[in-house]
């Protein structure tokens, strides 16, 4: 696996399967070479198939978060919108297609030997980067506060399941700690809500100023402080 991007994206996945494969009789190395950064993992042929469905799994969530993120980002200035705001959209519009996307860049990507993320970017996923670009059009330059509200009180009530909040942490249902908006370049509790998709939010102890204030305007009664 290998790309030009500054390593933010292969320390995820170098720390994903690392930590998950621990286990096994292996050897996982991450190098950096110029701007080419690259991850061997290396472990007994009768594990691999398990290694190579979860490696994937997880480059789909680089490419339909991470890499989704950086394509907006450099598409969409959004001027009437601060900085905080312009995120929490950003951040809700990779979230609204996140399922779909994730499950269209696995089928596009399964079985390759070796996995350039630049390269499955540019030439595997042509169709999703359409997709994409018809997202962008309907986006207008002028969308102010109370659209992106809007946008993100929808995005809230049409969630499914629930995830838990914990000392600064967000779980799923299976109690694993979410990470996945560090790949939008900034890990928040606010940034997992979203992208976890979730319809209810059970806060335990102490939760910060501004994820409880995020909470009680999207979430309202969704959100339970326990």
Request: proline content about 2%; charged content about 30%.
């Amino acid at each position: 696996m290998q790309n030009g991007f500054d390593g933010l994206y292969m320390s995820y996945l170098f720390g994903k399967v690392r930590e998950r494969f621990s286990f096994l009789p292996s050897v996982c190395d991450i190098q950096k070479s110029g701007d080419r950064t690259e991850i061997a993992f290396k472990t007994e042929r009768e594990y691999c198939p398990y290694v190579r469905k979860y490696t994937e799994e997880h480059i789909a969530d680089v490419l339909a978060v991470g890499y989704k993120y950086e394509y907006f980002d450099k598409r969409l200035a959004l001027p009437l919108l601060t900085k905080l705001q312009r995120r929490l959209l950003l951040t809700a519009l990779i979230a609204a297609d996140y399922k779909e996307d994730r499950m269209f860049i696995v089928r596009r990507i399964r079985g390759f030997e070796n996995y350039c993320l630049d390269g499955l970017f540019h030439f595997r996923l042509q169709d999703l980067k359409k997709r994409w670009e018809e997202i962008l059009d309907y986006i207008p330059t002028d969308m102010g506060e109370a659209s992106m509200e809007g946008f993100i009180e929808f995005l809230a009530e049409d969630g499914e399941g629930k995830i838990f909040l914990k000392d600064g942490k967000v779980y799923d249902e299976e109690y694993r700690v979410l990470t996945k908006s560090l790949l939008t370049g900034v890990e928040s509790p606010i940034g997992e809500i979203l992208l976890g998709g979730a319809e209810r939010v059970y806060c335990f102890g102490e939760t910060d100023s501004e994820t409880a204030s995020f909470l009680k305007k999207y979430y309202r009664e969704k959100a339970v402080f326990c």
